[in-house]
């Protein structure tokens, strides 16, 4: 996952405006709206490997899925679509992103596109996110974002790694 990116905090720059972050709200709507498929996962845990120099295990392996590290899988449909389109098209108030440190996902939104796979990979811990390339816009989002997208997990069938109550 060396083009993948890992979002801290300490990374985002006070000078981004809402209206930059709806520019990029309209580019993930617009991935999601033509999309070939859209598939929710929880997989195992991630972490940074000091001999590889990036984290692992990677969820893309050559741009394939990497099947081994997956826990749970939900392919999305119709008005599922239109609802997560919902929650990723709230503005976004750059400003106002908090996360801590952990950044242990398991969970992921995984865009299909002809044979590239974009990515959200995501550590509902402390709401830390990496994504992949086409996707490095997102620096991250508000709290109420956030509940939003973990509650569309929950509401999906997820448990993997979720707490009952968030």
Not at 69 to 82: A, H, P, Q
Not at 88 to 108: E, K, V
Not at 129 to 158: A, M, P
Request: hydrophobic content about 35%; glycine content about 4%.
């Amino acid at each position: 996952m060396k083009n993948s990116q890992v979002v801290s905090k300490d990374s985002i720059a006070s000078t981004n405006t809402i209206d930059s972050q709806k520019n990029v709200n309209l580019g993930v709507s617009e991935k999601l709206k033509s999309a070939d498929s859209i598939l929710l996962i929880s997989h195992v845990g991630s972490e940074y490997d000091e001999t590889k120099g990036d984290i692992m295990p990677e969820i893309l392996i050559e741009q394939k899925l990497n099947t081994n590290i997956i826990k749970e899988r939900k392919k999305l449909t119709g008005k599922s679509i239109n609802s997560l389109i919902d929650i990723l098209s709230l503005p976004t108030n750059n400003d106002s992103i908090f996360r801590s440190r952990c950044f242990d996902p398991h969970q992921a939104i995984l865009i299909f596109k002809n044979t590239k796979i974009s990515y959200i990979d995501m550590c509902f811990h402390c709401w830390g996110l990496r994504t992949s390339d086409d996707l490095n816009e997102i620096i991250g989002y508000e709290e109420l974002k956030w509940k939003k997208i973990y509650s569309f997990f929950r509401q999906n069938g997820f448990v993997y790694e979720m707490k009952a109550e968030e």
